[in-house]
């Protein structure tokens, strides 16, 4: 059973980003959220930036490349200025960062965005971004940027204080499991694993419905199909075609209790062309045939009306 403690602090960054239209990412330094599994599960959708324009400007391989040296500017800046800070990056997004530090060493940092600021500067970069790749299309940068911006629903003197709270509370994190397992000599991960695992469960989340082969996934990715394939084994436990798999069978599970669409047509809707397969790949997973999982639920439905 997940850990409640990790599962409450999942609970809470998604109550943050839906009440204070906020998005958070927590990037982690020395690798020691994949140490603890279920702070790992629990932290997984907040690794990565992946907003329809940092997925779309990342979907160039030399900007996802300096996405990932923001990490060490982030650093320095961090040790510079001591505290939280504003910042913009630089394909033009704004956001708070709050280092996270543990007995004088930042170990990772909380970012809240993203935040209107100097749009000049904001499409200046955009366009500089736009202009040195051969496929992003500046128009559709600018709007998807426009889309990922938004005034907060909390001043910033509300925000800072639970941002450097949650990171108090991540340090004692990182202290607790020390205390319990080898977190400072198992550093082997980088930020990068955390990217390229957000952006495959994002793109498997945006494309579901339809045919995804390891190939386009690793190539979104930026990176090969058995790296891929080696973090996902190792970070989620299990190989990628399941977690695709499990994608599908979540999403069939609403259309089953909400609609009286033909089984069939529900496994085609979410990606299976064969819905006797998707009928044994459910009872798989849910240990129930999906049949079974309607006549029970819709039941349960019909209860609560």
Same mark, same amino acid.
Request: glycine share 4%; net charge neutral; proline share 4%.
């Given at each position: 059973?997940?850990?409640?403690?990790?599962?409450?602090?999942?609970?809470?960054?998604?109550?943050?980003?839906?009440?204070?239209?906020?998005?958070?990412?927590?990037?982690?330094?020395?690798?020691?959220?994949?140490?603890?599994?279920?702070?790992?599960?629990?932290?997984?959708?907040?690794?990565?930036?992946?907003?329809?324009?940092?997925?779309?400007?990342?979907?160039?391989?030399?900007?996802?490349?300096?996405?990932?040296?923001?990490?060490?500017?982030?650093?320095?800046?961090?040790?510079?200025?001591?505290?939280?800070?504003?910042?913009?990056?630089?394909?033009?997004?704004?956001?708070?960062?709050?280092?996270?530090?543990?007995?004088?060493?930042?170990?990772?940092?909380?970012? +809240?965005?993203?935040?209107?600021? %100097?749009?000049? $500067? &904001?499409?200046?970069?955009?366009?500089?971004?736009?202009?040195? *790749?051969? !496929?992003?299309?500046?128009?559709?940068?600018?709007?998807?940027?426009?889309?990922?911006?938004?005034?907060?629903?909390?001043?910033?003197?509300?925000?800072?204080?639970?941002?450097?709270?949650?990171?108090?509370?991540?340090?004692?994190?990182?202290?607790?499991?020390?205390?319990?397992?080898?977190?400072?000599?198992?550093?082997?991960?980088?930020?990068?694993?955390?990217?390229?695992?957000?952006?495959?469960?994002?793109?498997?989340?945006?494309?579901?419905?339809?045919?995804?082969?390891?190939?386009?996934?690793?190539?979104?990715?930026?990176?090969?199909?058995?790296?891929?394939?080696? +973090?996902?084994?190792?970070?989620? %436990?299990?190989? $990628? &075609?399941?977690?695709?798999?499990?994608?599908?069978?979540?999403? *069939?599970? !609403?259309?089953?209790?909400?609609?009286?669409?033909?089984?069939?047509?529900?496994?085609?809707?979410?990606?299976?062309?064969?819905?006797?397969?998707?009928?044994?790949?459910?009872?798989?997973?849910?240990?129930?045939?999906?049949?079974?999982?309607?006549?029970?639920?819709?039941?349960?439905?019909?209860?609560?009306?």
């Amino acid at each position: 059973m997940p850990n409640r403690r990790y599962a409450k602090l999942a609970a809470f960054l998604a109550y943050m980003e839906k009440e204070y239209q906020i998005q958070i990412c927590i990037k982690d330094y020395s690798g020691f959220v994949p140490v603890n599994k279920d702070l790992d599960e629990a932290l997984q959708p907040y690794l990565a930036h992946t907003n329809p324009f940092c997925m779309y400007v990342k979907s160039e391989k030399e900007v996802y490349r300096r996405c990932l040296t923001m990490i060490r500017k982030m650093n320095e800046r961090s040790q510079r200025t001591g505290g939280t800070y504003f910042g913009m990056c630089h394909a033009g997004l704004c956001e708070y960062v709050t280092p996270i530090v543990n007995r004088g060493t930042i170990i990772g940092s909380i970012n +809240i965005g993203f935040f209107p600021g %100097h749009e000049a $500067l &904001s499409l200046s970069r955009i366009h500089h971004v736009c202009r040195e *790749s051969e !496929t992003l299309n500046e128009s559709t940068a600018r709007a998807l940027y426009r889309q990922s911006i938004a005034p907060p629903r909390i001043s910033p003197e509300s925000l800072i204080p639970m941002m450097e709270l949650l990171a108090e509370y991540l340090s004692m994190t990182y202290d607790s499991m020390q205390d319990t397992q080898d977190a400072g000599g198992r550093r082997h991960h980088s930020s990068n694993e955390d990217t390229i695992l957000s952006h495959a469960a994002e793109y498997i989340r945006q494309n579901f419905t339809s045919r995804i082969t390891i190939a386009e996934l690793a190539d979104f990715c930026h990176c090969s199909e058995s790296h891929l394939s080696h +973090i996902f084994k190792r970070r989620i %436990h299990v190989s $990628l &075609s399941t977690y695709i798999n499990k994608v599908r069978i979540e999403a *069939s599970k !609403t259309f089953l209790v909400e609609s009286d669409a033909p089984i069939a047509d529900i496994a085609v809707s979410v990606g299976f062309n064969d819905p006797n397969y998707y009928s044994r790949v459910f009872t798989g997973l849910v240990s129930i045939s999906p049949t079974e999982y309607r006549r029970r639920f819709q039941k349960e439905k019909g209860r609560e009306a």
